[in-house]
T-cell receptor
Framework: GQQVMQIPQYQHVQEGEDFTTYCNSS?????IQWYKQRPGGHPVFLIQLVKSGEVKKQKRLTFQFGEAKKNSSLHITATQTTDVGTYFC??????????FGPGTRLSVLP | DAGVIQSPRHEVTEMGQEVTLRCKPISGHDYLFWYRQTMMRGLELLIY????????DSGMPEDRFSAKMPNASFSTLKIQPSEPRDSAVYFC????????????FGPGTRLTVL
């Protein structure tokens, strides 16, 4: 079936450093969503991207959707300890499938 | 609104026993999803409903798993008989529309099958 891949699997950063996670699909996506899951918690919706080349910002977080709608990225500027968690992308393939990526686990060292 | 409610929060059972997980979606939401999360397989969509009707159950691992939604405010996921490899966190989520809509996840049920 269709899949979305994410890299890296893990990322350890010093507080204040930047962080980026990438999401890739071999098939065109109709839309992509990003979720954050804190340790021991449940996934919480962050944002959705629908348009080719779309860029959205939420404070220190910047989300991009590729021109071909096959990849996406989440960039965090100047990480804080509150950013700790696993970041998931989830893609929809024009109504045929909705799949979560494996996630990138971020740890932030104070 | 209280959000998506799941019960129990933790379940420990022995292999071969029947397990029933429960979910109350957010009032007014027309889609309900069941997910399973494990370290090995990540977050997997098992089944989802639209207006109480199962739409896609292709993620249900095998016949031991079944899900029902008898009304708009209640759904169950049943495993019979349970096996140790079913140990996981099971999340229920709901949304108003799909797939261009935010999914709201419940707190999850941590299932351990001994």
């Amino acid at each position: 079936g269709q899949q979305v891949m994410q890299i890296p699997q893990y990322q350890h950063v010093q507080e204040g450093e930047d962080f980026t996670t990438y999401c890739n699909s071999s098939t065109t996506l109709s839309n992509i969503q990003w979720y954050k899951q804190r340790p021991g918690g449940h996934p919480v919706f962050l944002i959705q991207l629908v348009k080719s080349g779309e860029v959205k910002k939420q404070k220190r977080l910047t989300f991009q959707f590729g021109e071909a709608k096959k990849n996406s990225s989440l960039h965090i500027t100047a990480t804080q300890t509150t950013d700790v968690g696993t970041y998931f992308c989830a893609g929809s393939f024009y109504g045929q499938n909705f799949v979560f990526g494996p996630g990138t686990r971020l740890s932030v060292l104070p | 609104d209280a959000g998506v409610i799941q019960s129990p929060r933790h379940e420990v059972t022995e292999m071969g026993q029947e397990v029933t997980l429960r979910c109350k979606p957010i009032s007014g939401h027309d889609y309900l999803f069941w997910y399973r999360q494990t370290m090995m397989r990540g977050l997997e969509l098992l089944i989802y409903f639209n207006n109480n009707v199962p739409i896609d159950d292709s993620g249900m691992p095998e016949d031991r798993f079944s899900a029902k939604m008898p009304n708009a405010s209640f759904s169950t996921l049943k495993i019979q008989p349970s096996e140790p490899r079913d140990s996981a966190v099971y999340f229920c989520a709901s949304s108003l529309g799909f797939p261009y809509n935010e999914q709201f996840f419940g707190p999850g049920t941590r299932l351990t099958v001994l």
